[in-house]
């Protein structure tokens, strides 16, 4: 066990964990934050997507020992009320079906639209790519991220 200093939606955290812990364990088992998911656990799906840096990362194999002071977001920190225009556009596209897979995508889409504010439709799928829906609203999913990157 050792102590790391994280940056977890602007607020600095203490935990006491095994270095090789995934960034997503401790975001769920020790600071509670829920709305990162576990899907694959071989970051294959998407589910467990926060912001590290500015940047979509999968948190599940992402050891806790490499992300120390670096500046985490994750679904809870992206809006105080949820008003974030992905989340807005999400809604307004009647996006989620189950919603497992909504907190990872919608954290994929925001990255992408930080770096790229008018991303073209091919731009939209590569990013995407790799996010995985069960429900299948790729479709829906696409215009969301239109919708957003125009408001």
Same mark, same amino acid.
């Given at each position: ?41 071989? *970051? $294959? @799906? /998407?589910? !467990? ?6 940047? +979509? ?38 996006? *989620? $079906? @189950? /919603?497992? !897979? ?6 994929? +889409? ?38 957003? *990157?125009?408001?």
């Amino acid at each position: 066990m050792a102590y790391f200093k994280l940056n977890v939606n602007g607020k600095q955290q203490t935990v006491d964990v095994d270095p090789a812990t995934p960034v997503l364990w401790v975001l769920r088992d020790h600071l509670n934050l829920v709305g990162t998911k576990f899907g694959c656990g071989i *970051a $294959q @799906c /998407g589910a !467990c997507t926060i912001h590290l840096e500015g940047k +979509a990362t999968r948190s599940c194999i992402l050891p806790v020992s490499s992300v120390e002071n670096k500046e985490i977001v994750t679904i809870e920190g992206l809006s105080e009320n949820g008003d974030h225009p992905v989340q807005k556009a999400w809604l307004e596209h009647d996006v *989620a $079906q @189950c /919603g497992y !897979c909504q907190a990872g995508q919608i954290m994929t +889409a925001s990255a992408l639209l930080m770096s790229n504010t008018k991303p073209t439709d091919e731009e939209i799928e590569n990013a995407m790519n790799g996010n995985i829906c069960r429900c299948a609203t790729y479709l829906r999913i696409k215009a969301a991220v239109k919708t957003a *990157a125009n408001s």
